[in-house]
C-alpha cells in the first residue's frame, strides 16, 4: 500500500513539474517571438516623442494609407459576409451536384500564395491581359488602381467567414429548422428567426477574422497596387516603403497601428470564444 502511494506521489511529482517545464517553455516562446517585437515596435514608434508620432500619422499618405485599408477591408467584410452566408447555407442545407468542388474552390484562396493571386489579376486585368485591351478600350483601370486593391483584398480573404460558418452549422445540426418549418414557417423566416441567431457569434468570429486578415493583407495588393504614393498604398505597404527610406520612425508609428488591430482583433476572439462557450454550458 505504502509503495503505490509512493509510486502515485512520485508520478503526480514528475507531472507537476512536466506541466511546469512545458508552461516556462510556451512563456519564453512567446516573451521571444511574440512580446518583444511587439514591444520594440511601439518603442520604435514612441521613440522620438508624441509629437513625431503623431505627425507621422498625420502625414496625407499615411492618412491616404489608412483611408484605402478601411475601405478594402470593408468592401471586403461586406462581400464576403453575403457570400459566406449562401455558400454556408448552401453546403450545410441542401445536397446538389459539385458541392465538393465548391468547397475546394473556398479553400483555394488559402492553398495560393498571395502573390499568385496578385498575378493572376494582372493576368486577368492587366494592359496586356486577358481583357486588359477591352478594359483599356473604356478607359476602365482595375491593376494599379483602387479596384485592384480592393479584389486582391476580397480574394485572399473570402474563405474565412464561409469555412467558420460551414463547420459550424455541419456540427449544430438542422432540427431546430425542421422543428420550425413542420410549425409552418417559410424559408426566410427560418433563416432570420432560427438559423441568423444561432450562427450569430461563429458569423462575427468569421467576421473579426477577415476584416483583420484583410487590414494586414501585403503579398496580393503588393503585386497590384503599382506602390502609388497617395493612390494604391494600403497601410502595409506604406509601411514598407517608409522603411525601405530609412524612415523608421515613421515606419514604426504606421505599423504600431497594425499592432493595434492585431491586439484589438485577439481581445475580440477571445471574448466571441468565451461566449460561444458560455453558451454551449447554458444549453
Known sequence: MTKAFDARARRGSESAWTRIALILVALLFLTVFLLLPLASVFAQAFEKGWKTYLDSIRDPEALSAIRLTLIASATAVASNLVFGLAAAWAITRFSFRGKNFLITLIDLPLAVSPVISGLIFVLLFGLHGWMGPWLNERNI????????????????????????????????????????????????????????????????????????????????????SGHIRGETNTLPLHVEILYNEYNFTAAFAAASLLSVVAIVTLAAKKLIEWKTERRGEQV
Open 141 to 224: 483601370r482595375i491593376v494599379f488602381a483602387v479596384p485592384g486593391v480592393i479584389l486582391a483584398t476580397m480574394f485572399v480573404t473570402f474563405p474565412f467567414i464561409a469555412r467558420e460558418l460551414i463547420s459550424f452549422m455541419q456540427t449544430q445540426g438542422q432540427d431546430e429548422e425542421e422543428a420550425a418549418r413542420v410549425l409552418g414557417a417559410g424559408g426566410w423566416t427560418i433563416f432570420w428567426r432560427v438559423t441568423l441567431p444561432n450562427i450569430r457569434w461563429s458569423l462575427l468570429y468569421g467576421v473579426i477574422l477577415c476584416s483583420a486578415r484583410a487590414m494586414g493583407e501585403f503579398g496580393a495588393v503588393s503585386v497590384v
